[in-house]
């Protein structure tokens, strides 16, 4: 069973359209994040949420905003896509927010704006 | 503001040899967690190691080890006998607890494993 799932895996959009990338978590998991992972493999966070309630905004640009219906799920919309969105999108989950419990990442949404 | 910093971009071993991956952070936290992540060619993000800073005995697990230097805020990692499918980006990342539980990552370290 995929602990952490993402969908889609890949993503090709052009430039000003609106996208969405779904993150499900079957772990049962109270904590979960978005991180983004650049052309030169640099990982940074973005949001993190714990039990729907938004805990970390890591100067987004605004056209970012996470949702997250239920604590299994927290999905992100981006609006006005640029070029410079293209990346890796991973969603990762842990247990209660606490370093000593693992965040597991899911496989990554790679999203290219042409 | 915490940073990480991995020295190394690339890095070449032969099978079944041992290879040490640097790691350097700053912080003025006395208590943190400091992570080993491997990221294979498959994107997939996997944890190799944890290391909680209280605790002066290096973490351990199986193949993978750390050299924790807390004073020196070192946290290297040695892979003993190396195998092709550790060939991998690593990622050495930090955690303040109990602060919104966000991890700080490096730049990576690229490692081959050559036959």
């Known amino acids: 069973d995929t602990a952490v799932s993402q969908t889609p895996k890949y993503l090709v959009t052009q430039m000003g359209n609106d996208k969405s990338i779904k993150c499900e978590q079957n772990?049962?998991?109270?904590?979960m994040y978005w991180y983004k992972q650049d052309s030169k493999k640099f990982l940074k966070i973005m949001f993190s949420y714990n039990n729907k309630e938004l805990i970390i905004n890591e100067t987004v640009p605004n056209r970012f905003s996470p949702k997250s219906p239920d604590k299994a799920h927290l999905n992100l919309h981006i609006n006005s896509l640029e070029l410079g969105d293209s990346a890796v999108y991973f969603c990762a989950s842990s247990q209660d927010g606490q370093g000593h419990n693992e965040q597991f990442f899911g496989p990554g949404t790679r999203l290219t704006v042409l | 503001a915490q940073t990480v910093t991995q020295s190394q971009p690339e890095m070449s071993v032969q099978e079944a040899e041992t290879v040490t991956l640097s790691c350097t952070y700053d912080t003025s936290e006395s208590n943190y967690y400091l992570f080993w992540y491997k990221q294979p060619p498959s994107r997939q993000m996997i944890l190799v190691i944890r290391?909680?800073?209280?605790?002066?005995q290096n973490a351990t697990e199986n193949r993978f080890s750390v050299n924790f230097q807390k004073a020196a805020k070192s946290f290297s990692l040695k892979i003993s006998d190396s195998q092709l499918g550790d060939t991998a980006m690593y990622f050495c990342a930090f955690m303040k607890p109990y602060n919104t539980d966000k991890l700080i990552f490096g730049t990576g370290t690229r490692l081959q494993v050559f036959p």
């Open positions: 772990l049962g998991h109270d904590t």
């Open positions: 290391q909680e800073a209280y605790k002066q």
